[in-house]
Structures are given as C-alpha cells and as structure tokens.
C-alpha cells in the first residue's frame, strides 16, 4: 500500500496528460461531473497580487476525488452516446480523441457496472464468481476497456439515494480499478488493482511512499463511517436487499404494481440512458455528402418503439408492459443469463426521474408481494 501527497497527485495527474485525457471529477452546486483535467496555472486576471504578479486561482480547486459519483455514468467513457460503427468519419464522434481516456474518481457502484457491459460487450463473464460467458464481442468497447486508465476512488460520504450495500456493493472500490485513491487529511492511501496499474506507481516512483500504518488505520475509520451513511439510507428507505430478489418478477408478473408505478411515466428514457448497467443501443445509416456511414446511438426500453418491429406489431405497445420489462431484463434476465443483478444501487435513475418513479419503492413492493 502507498501514499500520494495532495501536491504530488496533481503533479501526478499532469504527467499522465502526456499518454491520456485526464477526466476528474468536480463539482457544481451539489452535483458532480467529470472534467477534462487542466493544471493549475499562473494566469494574469483581475484580482490578486502576489509578487506584483496577478494569479489565476488554482483550477484543481472544484476537483472531487472522495464524495460520491458524478451524474454521468462511466459507460459514456466506454460506449459512446453516440458513435460511428462502420466506415465513417471520427469527427462524428462527440469526444473523439486519439489519446485513450486517464479517468479518475471513479467509484465502486459504477466499477460494478462492468460487469454487465464486460458481459454484453466483451463476452467476459466472471465463472469464480457464477457469472456466464456472453456470446458477442465489440472490438470498440474492448480497445477502450484494454486502453483507458481507471484511477478510483472511495465514497467519502453519501447522497440520499444511495443504496449499493443493498446490491452487496460496498462504497470503496475492490475490484476493477489500475489504481484506488482513499482520501485521508493531506493525501491519498493508494492502491494498485491491475499490472497496468503497479506500472504507472513505478513509472512514478517519485511521487509515491509507503503508506504509513496510521493513514491506513484512518482509511480503515472514513470507510467505516460511509458504510453506515448508506446503511441508514437503506433502512431509512426500507430497501430490501438483494438476498429477498430472487424470483421476484416472476411472481408479480400480472401484478397492478406495474399499471400503478407506469401511470406518471413520460417515456422519457433517462432512467435507461444514466443507468451504468444499461447497454441497449440503436444501429442507423446516415448518408454523408460522399457516402453513407452506420452510427450506433444509446437507446431505451421505455421508449414506445423499441421494440417495434417491421410491419408495426409491438410485443410491449403499453407503458407498464415497458416498465415490467425494464425491471425484468435487470432482475430476473440478467441473474438468468449472466449470474449478476443489472443495478449497482448507484440511485440515478430515482434522481432522473421527472415522474419521481423510485426503484427503490418499486423492489420494496415486489419483495413484499413475493
Ligand atoms: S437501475 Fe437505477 S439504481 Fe440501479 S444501477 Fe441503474 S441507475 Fe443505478
Ligand atoms: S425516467 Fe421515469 S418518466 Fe422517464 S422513462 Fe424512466 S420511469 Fe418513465
């Protein structure tokens, strides 16, 4: 176990700019999002003097390694929203970039959510764990899960909708990361998950000392502490946890609960595109000045159409046949078919939901009516 000094990680940071985009996270009233990282600068603006020289203030200063995640899930650094498939152009690309993404901050609900894109996109199911192997590989995905760094993070406090220990997820990274930061006064625990990631500490030698007992013992007090910041959330909520799942869909499958939740849906879509586990996507041409190109953009179970076919008929024409599947796909497919529940408990969709549909309320009452 190693340490890394505030100062030393930002340093750090910089000097990854040179092989990757650096993605932080930082916050903006009480949300987070990931940035593109910029070094602390000497800019001259209006404003302060020091040594007759007028400093811009450091641009590290909105940069949240701890908290909690960013509103953006980390699919989008893996399986773009929206991204050219089959001979195009890379200016299509929102985000393209030669250099693989250096993405940091990274928390442990959110590396749960690999383990349904690694099933669905790189046919990499996990048999120690009782996962299955999936029967497709993207090439896209896989490059940018072979080359982009994972630097993670703990959880350092929790939001009202969190709910990972539910899932069996616990809010610090155990798996899945090159490297894991945990927050302590003045720096960093660190720790290496991946050869990739023993690597970049030697590479960085410089930067690094041994963790001390004593920062280890307080990593040990802060993770502690955020375990029962969710633990209250999920009493406080009446969450049930995943042991209670198991045929849950099956048994409420003629169910009023899904007449009753769908009823102030507005088939927006957002709990489907902000979810880190759900991967559905739509395949489209679009014709250039000079020739056509195949474009795959994120797509959504709720929407009417989705699963529309040819000729009109619709196996799901009504929203509550359309809300059941959404939870069917995560918690009765998904354990069928590759041995994991789709949620990680990361609670975006209770947040993006403008008809205020909680999963949460919602896994509560098919529990109950098991
Ligand atoms: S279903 Fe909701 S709580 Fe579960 S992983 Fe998706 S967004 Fe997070
Ligand atoms: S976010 Fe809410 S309103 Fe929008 S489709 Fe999902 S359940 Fe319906």
């Known amino acids: 176990m190693r340490y890394i000094s505030e100062d030393n990680f930002f340093a750090l940071l910089g000097a990854l700019r040179s092989d990757y985009e650096v993605y932080v996270p930082v916050k903006k009233g ?12 000497v800019q001259p603006i209006e404003g302060k003097k020091k040594d007759g020289e007028v400093l811009k203030p450091a641009q590290t200063d909105d940069i949240v390694i701890g908290e909690v995640r960013p509103v953006e899930p980390l699919k989008a650094f893996f399986y773009s929203a929206r991204e050219v498939v089959a001979e195009g152009f890379k200016d299509y690309i929102p985000h393209s970039t030669d250099k693989p993404f250096a993405i940091v ?11 349904v894109q690694d099933y669905v996109f790189s046919g990499k199911g996990r048999s120690d ?16 899960r072979e080359q982009n760094l994972i630097i993670a993070s703990d959880c350092t406090c929790a939001i009202n909708t969190c709910f990972c220990l539910a899932l069996g997820i616990k809010p610090h990274p155990q798996e899945d990361f090159d490297i894991n930061l945990s927050q302590i006064k003045g720096g960093f625990v660190v720790e290496s998950g991946s050869p990739k990631g023993e690597r970049l500490i030697k590479k960085h030698s410089s930067l690094f000392e041994e963790a001390r007992q004593g920062y280890i013992a307080e990593r040990e007090r802060l993770r502690t502490g955020v375990i029962k910041e969710v633990e209250g959330n999920i009493k406080e909520n009446h969450v049930p946890h995943q042991d209670l799942y198991k045929g849950i869909i099956a ?7 899904w007449p009753d939740k769908a009823k102030t849906c507005v088939e927006c879509g957002a709990c489907n595109v902000i ?33 529309r076919v040819a000729g009109g008929a619709n196996p799901r024409p009504k929203l509550w046949m359309r809300l059941r599947n959404r939870f069917e796909k995560k918690f009765d497919f998904f354990p069928k078919a590759a041995g994991i529940y789709a949620c990680t408990g990361c609670g975006r969709c209770i947040s993006a939901c403008p008809a205020k549909i909680d999963i949460r309320d919602v896994l509560k009452e098919l529990v109950g009516n098991v």
């Open 105 to 115: 901050g990274v928390k442990a609900c959110d590396l749960k959510g690999f383990k």
């Open 275 to 307: 979810c880190p586990t759900c991967h559905c996507f739509l395949l489209y041409d679009q014709k250039d000045e000079k020739r056509m190109e195949r474009l795959r953009i994120w797509d959504s179970c709720m929407i009417k159409d989705f699963a």
């Open 251 to 257: 048994k409420n499958i003629e169910s009023t609960i």
């Open 30 to 41: 009480d949300k987070r999002f990931y940035k593109r990282f910029i070094p602390p600068t």
């Open 129 to 144: 764990s009782g996962e299955k192997d999936g029967d497709y590989r993207d090439p896209l995905y896989i490059k940018n």
